[in-house]
């Protein structure tokens, strides 16, 4: 049974910096990984959808990676704006969605 | 245009009572989801639709019974709500399980069992 872990839990930074969050997933044999930010009291937006051939995927100032053979995803955001703060979760798809339990992040102005 | 829509939005109900959560997807996907966001705001997945056709149940309590008429609708009912079902019921669509697939959810439904 696949499991996602996300770390850090929570991550506060300065307005600005460049951050990395990481996911980690135990079944490599996934047809997607899929990056979604959440703010309190809302639904789930979708960021980045990063197929299983695929190696990163980029948004704006989003951008994210994927090894699948070691079973890890990173969503790296530069130069974080306060509107950035939210809970990012990872999903990874293979049959089913599984998600990590996300990573708080708060931007200060 | 809402992709995924669920409603109520919000919905407050005694213990014992039986609710219904409607989500309806108009992307034209073939695979639906429900999934349970508890307090401490950890996504876990309960039902998976594919064509009408029940893929996935994970370990839920039988007072949860998914019903999907037709492919763009999933909808959810619980009986005999117990205080523990308190939480965020969000719906998700997605084509299949193909490797372009991206998943879409719906705002969600707070539910509240007084």
């Known amino acids: 049974k696949q499991e996602v872990t996300q770390i850090p839990a929570a991550l506060s930074v300065p307005e600005g910096e460049n951050l990395v969050l990481n996911c980690s997933f135990t079944?490599?044999?996934?047809?997607?990984l899929q990056w979604f930010r959440q703010d309190p009291g809302k639904g789930l937006t979708s960021l980045l959808l990063?197929?299983?051939?695929?190696r990163e995927q980029t948004s704006g100032r989003l951008n994210a990676s994927l090894d699948k053979s070691s079973g890890r995803s990173t969503l790296y955001i530069a130069a974080s704006q306060p509107g950035d703060s939210a809970t990012y979760l990872c999903a990874v798809n293979n049959n089913d969605m599984r998600f990590g339990a996300g990573t708080r992040l708060t931007v200060k102005p | 245009d809402t992709a995924v829509s669920q409603t109520p939005k919000y919905l407050v109900t005694q213990m014992g009572n039986d609710k219904s959560i409607k989500c309806e997807q108009n992307?034209?996907?073939?695979?639906m989801y429900w999934y349970k966001q508890d307090s401490k705001k950890f996504l876990k997945i309960m039902f998976s639709y594919n064509n009408k056709e029940l893929i996935i149940n994970e370990t839920v309590p039988n007072r949860f019974s998914p019903k999907s008429p037709d492919k763009a609708h999933l909808n959810l009912h619980i009986n005999s709500l117990e205080l523990g079902d308190s939480a965020v019921y969000f719906c998700?669509?997605?084509?299949?399980?193909?490797?372009?697939?991206?998943?879409?959810f719906g705002q969600g439904t707070r539910l509240t069992v007084v």
């Open positions: 998700a669509s997605s084509q299949g399980w193909q490797a372009n697939t991206e998943a879409f």
């Open positions: 992307l034209g996907h073939d695979t």
């Open positions: 079944d490599s044999a996934i047809y997607n």
């Open positions: 990063i197929q299983s051939s695929q």
